[in-house]
């Protein structure tokens, strides 16, 4: 009998390397070593407890049902307001499709944006997710070299010259992960008009917003109302979990990304939507705050602390909770070096090889997703590595 294999896209999309380094840290710590992890994409926060009362009042009220396609309105409304308030960009609810996870959004905007064949252009490094978003429609990444020494921007200069006839936009992230770079006001206006006059989309994921710590913390979407924008409770708001994120279509595209919504996911968690309007009550927002000046001290405390120990970061890393750092000058192979260092010193760290291509087997990126003391033991315990090797 013959048998059927998976689909060949499967073999398109690449494996995490730090998978290999989380299943090694998880053995290590049933084996009850102390590891410290600076290697997870997520805060260390819990959820704002505010919201967490809402989810429960949600579920004690009933509200377990599907919600419409794009979002509990009392939630749209409330991100609407949220943009005005603080951003200063006014969008209409009616632009907002509510998602599971800036995941969902990112996959529904793949379907909205781009053809089978064609192309989407992304600076390398960037969030790996965003090529295998393009695989499952058929299209792929035009990933573009940069340069530490360029704060890992891609030269808009050289848009033109990578633009072809099947490319559908351009895809960017600030604050980036894994850089923790911030993009400018500037930087997006040029890339819209550079976007414009090629004729393509331009999508700005802004799921790290809010955690910017020097330069403007300012969206897209007070740019143009034609710009793509992806945004998330996970990050800011510390709720990975409870999935659920949100993409800003232009006025022109809603009905047709209302109707891949209805399809691709029916709605977002509803529990969750009731939860996340709390999220933008002033409390809630002042204890966000709280947070984003704890990130921003252990920011500081890293990026010393790694000139210190000799991996000085060139690149600024304004924003995120991640700073990506060349560790050329004690290794030519970052995957081998992230491996051995948690063996010897239990810290778990993710290797360049997950962002891009170019380069990735110089630079690893860290998260300050731990404490202060935690940090500075893990910059010792790399000290100690480099030194003994
Ligand atoms: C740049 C970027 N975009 C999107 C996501 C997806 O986030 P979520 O689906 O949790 O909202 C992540 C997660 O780490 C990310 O780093």
Redesign the pocket.
């Known amino acids: 009998m013959r048998k059927r294999k998976l689909a060949t896209r499967v073999e398109n999309i690449m494996p995490f390397q730090v998978m290999a380094v989380l299943a090694r840290a998880k053995e290590l710590a049933a084996q009850g070593e102390d590891v410290i992890h600076l290697e997870i994409?997520e805060p260390d926060f819990v959820a704002p407890e505010a919201v967490g009362l809402a989810g429960e009042r949600a579920i004690n009220q009933g509200h377990t049902g599907y919600t419409s396609a794009t979002g509990l309105p009392e939630l749209k409304a409330a991100i609407s307001g949220y943009y005005q308030s603080r951003y200063g960009a006014t969008v209409s609810p009616e632009r907002i499709i509510v998602t599971p996870?800036?995941?969902g959004a990112?996959l529904l905007m793949s379907s909205l944006m781009v053809n089978e064949g064609e192309e989407v252009v992304m600076p390398d490094p960037c969030?790996p997710?965003n090529r295998h978003f393009l695989v499952q429609v058929g299209a792929k990444a035009k990933l573009v070299e940069t340069e530490a020494t360029n704060g890992f921007e891609m030269d808009l200069h050289g848009l033109s010259d990578v633009w072809q006839e099947n490319t559908a936009g351009l895809w960017l992230?600030s604050p980036s992960?894994p850089t923790g770079a911030v993009l400018s006001r500037d930087y997006i206006t040029t890339a819209w008009d550079k976007v414009q006059q090629l004729g393509g989309h331009l999508l700005v994921?802004e799921?790290y917003q809010g955690l910017v710590y020097e330069g403007e913390d300012f969206s897209a979407l007070s740019i143009s109302d034609d710009i793509f924008v992806v945004n998330?409770f996970?990050k800011y708001f510390a709720m990975?979990g409870w999935r659920l994120?949100w993409l800003v279509v232009p006025e022109w595209a809603v009905g047709g990304a209302t109707k891949l919504a209805q399809n691709l996911f029916i709605s977002a968690p509803t529990v969750s939507q009731h939860a996340a309007v709390r999220a933008f009550s002033e409390d809630v927002l002042a204890e966000c705050e709280e947070r984003r000046q704890t990130l921003n001290k252990r920011r500081v405390t890293l990026l010393e602390g790694l000139s210190d120990i000799g991996l000085p970061v060139v690149a600024p890393a304004h924003g995120a909770f991640y700073v990506y750092v060349d560790v050329s000058s004690v290794t030519n192979d970052a995957m081998a070096w992230c491996l051995s260092l948690l063996e010897k010193e239990k810290v778990a760290l993710t290797p360049g090889a997950d962002f891009g291509v170019k380069d990735a087997n110089r630079y690893v990126r860290f998260a300050y997703t731990c404490d202060e003391d935690r940090l500075r033991e893990a910059l010792g315990r790399i000290a100690h590595f480099i030194a003994s090797k």
């Open positions: 994409g996870g800036a995941s990112l969030y997710c992230a992960n994921d799921i998330s996970s990975t994120g």
